[in-house]
């Protein structure tokens, strides 16, 4: 750590639970509390809480904020109804992904934009530029990175957690809320906005609150039975939920259509990186991330090669061991012909060979409710 880096609203409350903090993105944030096994085990059984404040809250609004967002953005703002959210690729005029995010519209011409933290200042500096140069005077945004925080509430017991401390202004509980919906409310007395979203693979909720009421909220959901949980778990946790994280699996080289995120892109319409990205769903691509799982503990880690028949056909992106599966997973970039689903490859871990088999991605999917 250094003094360089920034540091949440939660700082001395994550030192306070003797958690492990490094730097993450230009902030020093906690890796772990009670471990990592047992902060993944808990998102995955009962509820976990993350300190997410490094991550950027950019309001967008004005006249043409729809048009700028439909122009910026792979997935179209214009079909999004307000009290939704939408996931999506910020991406360059070659289809190369400048940053992955969730937003969400606010009002008929507002909007809520989560950048992630390493890239909200290049985010918020592309999108200034494209002001600009396209939409000038018709768009503004409005930074309030540092004068707010923002937690994720994560696991299978979070909505009910969140059904005790929180009531929408409309009455209701947050258990009323669709996925990707949000809505605005208390927790016992202090303002929230609550979006059902997440970045584990689990239900719950991301809570935007006021600076000064953030360390309030985090006790109150520490109080009914959450578990602080740090970057260490939310790796892991990601990971087992085959999502992508930025300067691993997407990168401004690297395509959403070679990260298998064609789902979040427009194939008609005109926005950034639109002629690439369309060329590319119709005419396919070299190479495709896949999953990779691995037998034992020995996790492949990011740069490792792949190979098949001695041959590199690519190199691993993130790895790590799976405690919630209890084998070693990963996944890398491997040419097309090395990508169907059973295809055993081998991993090059520290000079030693080991077996790999292409696995469906995601590598877990929470179980149905009731189930």
């Not at 471990?35 to 404040?53: C, H, N, P, W, Y």
């Not at 969400?104 to 140069?133: H, S």
Request: proline share 5%; net charge neutral; charged share 20%.
């Amino acid at each position: 750590m250094t003094q360089t880096n920034l540091r949440t609203g939660l700082y001395s409350t994550h030192l306070s639970l003797g958690a492990r903090m490094v730097p993450f993105g230009g902030w020093d944030m906690p890796v772990q509390y009670s471990g990592i096994l047992a902060e993944v085990k808990a998102v995955r059984t009962a509820a976990g809480l993350f300190d997410v404040s490094h991550m950027g809250r950019l309001y967008i609004s004005g006249r043409d904020s729809t048009a700028f967002l439909d122009w910026m953005l792979t997935a179209a703002a214009s079909t999004l109804r307000a009290g939704r959210a939408r996931y999506c690729l910020i991406c360059n005029e070659r289809g190369g992904v400048i940053d992955d995010t969730i937003f969400y519209r606010l009002a008929e011409q507002e909007y809520l934009l989560i950048p992630n933290a390493g890239n909200c200042l290049a985010v918020l500096a592309w999108f200034e530029d494209w002001i600009g140069r396209k939409f000038r005077s018709g768009v503004a945004i409005d930074d309030r990175t540092m004068r707010t925080g923002l937690m994720a509430l994560q696991g299978p017991r979070a909505v009910r957690l969140m059904d005790q401390a929180c009531q929408l202004e409309d009455g209701h509980t947050p258990s009323s809320l669709r996925p990707f919906a949000w809505g605005r409310g208390t927790l016992q007395g202090k303002p929230v906005f609550m979006g059902r979203t997440g970045y584990t693979g689990e239900d719950g909720f991301e809570l935007v609150t006021d600076s000064q009421d953030t360390e309030f909220v985090w006790k109150t959901l520490m109080e009914l039975g959450a578990l602080p949980c740090g970057l260490g778990a939310r790796d892991v946790l990601r990971l087992e939920a085959g999502l992508p994280l930025h300067g691993h699996e997407i990168d401004p080289e690297t395509t959403p259509i070679e990260a298998g995120l064609e789902r979040f892109v427009r194939q008609e319409g005109e926005y950034l990186g639109a002629g690439p990205l369309q060329r590319q769903m119709r005419e396919g691509v070299a190479r495709k991330l896949v999953g990779l799982s691995l037998p034992g503990r020995s996790a492949p880690r990011a740069g490792y090669p792949i190979l098949d028949h001695g041959q590199e056909v690519g190199r691993i992106t993130s790895g790590s061991y799976s405690p919630t599966l209890d084998t070693s997973i990963a996944m890398g970039y491997v040419l097309v012909r090395c990508a169907a689903l059973g295809q055993v490859l081998e991993v090059d871990i520290r000079g030693r060979p080991a077996q790999a088999q292409v696995t469906q991605l995601p590598f877990y999917t929470r179980p149905k409710q009731g189930s």
